[in-house]
């Protein structure tokens, strides 16, 4: 067990440090795989580039994916260990948000044991149906060999959009050969899911969740079926992909250097 420290709100990491705590939790009630941790730590560093914070490009990436969330017939959330370790509840939020969406648990190192910690830690924010834990609801996505291959028969196997933050590109890849449309948050813009999906949005899913959300309840309010298929059909992601790489590079804090 690691002890906790007390971080002082006006350290200059603070959101980043209390991210690291959160998963370090994880990791220690078994929801987060230690691979997990590896993984967080080279995300972290885009972040850097990113200078902490939400940029233009991934607002316009929000603005999509809400769109898209909204049209999509079954719209899934796919859930990993660090996603559930870091944000459950916004996800849960994300979820109530939308109306035909349901949460999926896929993980590449999988256990039954983090599945059923992962499915408790969701139902702390009042989700009560989970997809992804009942093996004899479970089919394969083809041409996949890792664990993520495994997905549910009334869930990602069925649906037409996929949400993927964290996700490993192997999946993405193969989901898009089923002709899935998928939305992912990424901090790293040159990662195969990044560069795969049809909607990337380059920010810190601490950041994006509750944009993602925000947007969504606006365009349900103000937006028609038409504005939001024009929305979508507008997006460009290569660009977005292409703009987020030039802000990393001009990034002023490298000029210090």
């Known amino acids: 067990m690691i002890s906790k420290i007390l971080i002082p709100k006006n350290h200059p990491r603070y959101c980043s440090l209390k991210i690291r705590e959160k998963l370090v939790e994880g990791f220690e009630k078994g929801l987060v795989a230690r691979e997990g941790l590896i993984a967080h730590g080279r995300g972290e560093s885009?972040?850097?580039?990113?200078?902490?914070?939400?940029?233009?490009?991934?607002?316009?990436?929000?603005d999509a994916a809400s769109a898209l969330f909204i049209l999509a017939e079954h719209p899934v959330i796919s859930v990993n260990g660090n996603t559930a370790a870091i944000c459950a509840s916004q996800i849960c939020d994300l979820n109530r948000s939308l109306e035909k969406s349901s949460v999926e648990i896929n993980l590449f190192y999988h256990t039954h044991v983090r599945e059923?910690?992962?499915?408790?830690?969701?139902?702390?924010?009042?989700?009560?149906?989970?997809?992804?834990?009942?093996?004899?609801?479970?089919?394969?996505?083809?041409?996949?060999?890792?664990?993520?291959?495994?997905?549910?028969?009334?869930?990602?196997?069925?649906?037409?959009?996929?949400?993927?933050?964290?996700?490993?590109?192997?999946?993405?890849?193969?989901?898009?050969?089923?002709?899935?449309?998928?939305?992912?948050?990424?901090?790293?813009?040159?990662?195969?899911t990044a560069l795969a999906s049809d909607i990337s949005i380059i920010d810190n899913i601490v950041r994006a969740l509750p944009r993602?959300?925000?947007?969504?309840?606006?365009?349900?309010?103000?937006?028609?079926?038409?504005?939001?298929?024009?929305?979508?059909?507008?997006?460009?992601?290569?660009?977005?992909?292409?703009e987020s790489l030039d802000i990393m590079r001009s990034n002023k804090m490298l000029s210090k250097i």
């Open 46 to 62: 885009f972040d850097y580039l990113l200078g902490e914070k939400t940029i233009e490009p991934a607002l316009k990436s929000i």
């Open 116 to 192: 059923e910690l992962i499915s408790t830690e969701l139902k702390k924010y009042g989700l009560k149906k989970i997809l992804g834990i009942d093996p004899n609801r479970s089919t394969q996505i083809p041409e996949l060999e890792s664990n993520r291959r495994k997905v549910d028969l009334d869930g990602i196997f069925v649906s037409d959009v996929v949400f993927v933050p964290l996700e490993d590109g192997d999946r993405t890849i193969a989901l898009k050969k089923m002709d899935k449309k998928i939305i992912t948050v990424d901090l790293n813009p040159l990662s195969r």
């Open 212 to 242: 993602i959300i925000k947007s969504i309840e606006y365009h349900k309010k103000n937006s028609t079926k038409k504005e939001l298929k024009e929305i979508v059909d507008s997006f460009n992601n290569k660009d977005i992909l292409n």
